[in-house]
């Protein structure tokens, strides 16, 4: 033992002892409380991507079809579809950007939905999807590429 130890009178050996283990106890519980912190961020992350899948999948598969059908009669209509779920969309953008801790990575989420849809004030708040400044009739590929954008920030590493 190092002599300093053995200076000491017995009361001071515990008092000395007590701090080093009250220390290390409360290193561990901060520790564990930051590790806890971050599974259940990663967790909430991973509930709001799946809820942004979820709720992009059927206008990819709507997209999907109407380019399959291109111009015969199954083809269905892409516009009003987006437009019905366009609150769903919302709905899961809002909950997952939360979700974006990064204020970079947040701004670039924010601004690939603001390229997939806006909201057009002088015609009685109609939304105008990214299609309706596509050229050459390419806008279903082009609202699908702007989806898709949107879903990469949502995936799984």
């Known amino acids: 033992m190092p002599s300093f130890i053995n200076s000491l009178s017995i009361s001071d050996q515990w008092f000395y002892g007590s701090c080093i283990m009250i220390i290390i106890t409360l290193g561990g519980i901060l520790f564990t409380h930051r590790l806890l912190l971050f599974r259940d961020r990663k967790k909430n992350f991973f509930e709001a991507s799946k809820k942004l899948i979820e709720a992009f999948s059927p206008a990819i598969a709507c997209i999907d079809a109407a380019v399959l059908y291109d111009s015969t009669h199954d083809s269905p209509d892409v516009n009003s579809f987006l437009c019905d779920s366009f609150e769903t969309h919302d709905a899961a953008v809002n909950q997952f950007e939360a979700y974006i801790t990064r204020k970079r990575k947040r701004k ?50």
């Open 108 to 157: 670039a989420f924010k601004k690939a939905w603001e390229e997939y849809c806006e909201l057009e004030p002088y015609h009685g708040g109609i939304t105008l999807f990214a299609g309706h400044y596509a050229p050459n009739g390419k806008h279903l590929e082009f609202i699908k590429e702007k989806i898709e954008i949107i879903l990469k920030f949502g995936k799984l590493k």
